[in-house]
């Protein structure tokens, strides 16, 4: 399917390389370009591969009608006029999670997660249940692990699980590509840039249910109305979390209305997370599952790195990297999981992204730090409604302001609510710097 092409590969980073090497043997003859200088070790390696890596911030002017394929990086916008340019002389555009899927060993089950919020983990927390009950299960996708890596490692074979987290920026570029399991953890507006609307952006989650039959299996979030919209036409049979048979109270989380754990006894807090939780549990119940693997796990997981991440504590004064939180109903989630006094660093990209959700949560806040190329933006928000706010371009000069304010029993909380792409190439880098100022304090 994929021999005898000539390809462009349009942006490089993980999965760009990890495309390419899949490819070389296939007698194909491939172009990978990027904006930015790569690795050098890289780039000789796919040299002699006999791929031709090219340094371009036009790569439109390479493409013409002689390409039978483009592979788009996920971070590249649909709207880039390379992509535009390969529409219009119908060259196929696909990413590099639906190449490798046509490379997977049969009899394989794939689960796959997506979601506006709690993607990273949810699926983080199905993984380590699956491990803990000896289960075989390989972890990819959208976590940091490109699908092509997996198949050029040989990391998974037949009998296996899959399990993947799928952004929106991904799906949006699948044709064939299928899951077994689908988690849809919630849905709202974000990266509205990006897709041009929430309309068009629901219609790309949608792609995660594409090809299912009743035989594949739906785990949806009964509380948000826009998954149960979405989805009532699909033909899975569907599992409901925050429903009235699988709900958490301020005491457990319960399954088929038995209490499976007690949540004094788990280290994860926040609504947030006990819904993940019940997604967790649910992936167990359809595989047939002993819950109790799960619970043995969270009495030990502290929760994933950048999202809402307790850092230190300093003279009473606690620091939480949520460096994840690129849309401000992520930020709304943080900010739920403490009862007051929070001094919130928030901004980054600028996406058209509205702020007026946060104002139910106001009163937690004692002061915005606004950060970015949105921040001035964030200032005339707040200033429409008594917000206290200041204004920094960069995040080390905002924590030198929060820390001249603190006091002892006060959160200092980095939740941005918006892209790092403005300051940082990944929003683990903007929570890594902030983790570092934070401990050298």
Not at 23 to 51: A, F, G, M, Y
Not at 392 to 409: C, I, M, T, Y
Request: aromatic share 8%.
């Amino acid at each position: 399917m994929y021999e005898n092409k000539k390809i462009l590969i349009l942006g490089m980073a993980k999965s760009g390389y990890q495309v390419a090497k899949l490819l070389s043997n296939k007698n194909n003859e491939i172009i990978i370009t990027d904006s930015k200088e790569q690795d050098k070790d890289k780039v000789l390696e796919l040299k002699n591969l006999n791929i031709e890596f090219i340094l371009t911030d036009k790569p439109e002017d390479l493409l013409d009608e002689t390409y039978d394929l483009v592979i788009k990086n996920p971070a590249v916008f649909p709207s880039h006029p390379c992509i535009v340019k390969a529409h219009s002389l119908d060259i196929l555009v696909v990413n590099e999670m639906e190449i490798a899927y046509h490379f997977l060993p049969q009899n394989i089950k794939i689960i796959g997660v997506t979601g506006s919020n709690g993607k990273t983990t949810t699926t983080t927390l199905i993984y380590e249940a699956l491990k803990e009950a000896k289960k075989s299960v390989v972890l990819g996708g959208n976590i940091g692990i490109p699908l092509a890596e997996i198949i050029n490692e040989n990391t998974i074979k037949e009998g296996d699980i899959l399990l993947l987290e799928i952004s929106d920026h991904q799906l949006i570029d699948m044709n064939d590509f299928k899951t077994d399991i689908s988690v849809l953890t919630n849905l709202c507006p974000t990266h509205l840039d990006y897709h041009g609307s929430y309309e068009a952006y629901k219609s790309v989650k949608y792609k995660i249910f594409k090809g299912h039959t009743n035989d594949n299996i739906a785990i949806l979030n009964k509380n948000n109305i826009d998954s149960i919209e979405l989805t009532k036409d699909i033909k899975d049979k569907k599992y409901y979390f925050n429903s009235e048979d699988n709900y958490y109270t301020d005491d457990g989380i319960y399954i088929d209305n038995k209490l499976v754990v007690n949540i004094k006894d788990i280290l994860l807090k926040g609504t947030h997370n006990y819904e993940n939780i019940l997604a967790m549990l649910l992936v167990m119940k359809v595989l047939n599952l002993d819950f109790k693997y799960g619970i043995d796990f969270l009495k030990r997981f502290k929760g994933v790195e950048h999202r809402i991440e307790f850092v230190r504590n300093i003279d009473g004064v606690e620091y939480y990297n949520d460096s994840k939180s690129t849309n401000p109903t992520a930020t709304i989630t943080a900010l739920k999981s403490f009862a007051n006094n929070i001094h919130l660093i928030f901004g980054g990209m600028d996406r058209n992204q509205e702020f007026n959700d946060l104002i139910p949560y106001k009163n937690r806040i004692i002061k915005i730090y606004a950060i970015g190329e949105v921040r001035n933006k964030i200032k005339d928000f707040c200033d429409k409604n008594d917000i206290l706010c200041e204004t920094d371009e960069f995040l080390k000069d905002a924590l030198e302001k929060v820390n001249k304010n603190v006091k002892k029993g006060d959160i200092v909380l980095l939740s941005p609510g918006a892209a790092s792409w403005d300051q940082y190439a990944k929003f683990e880098d903007r929570g890594e710097e902030f983790k570092n100022l934070v401990n050298s304090l």
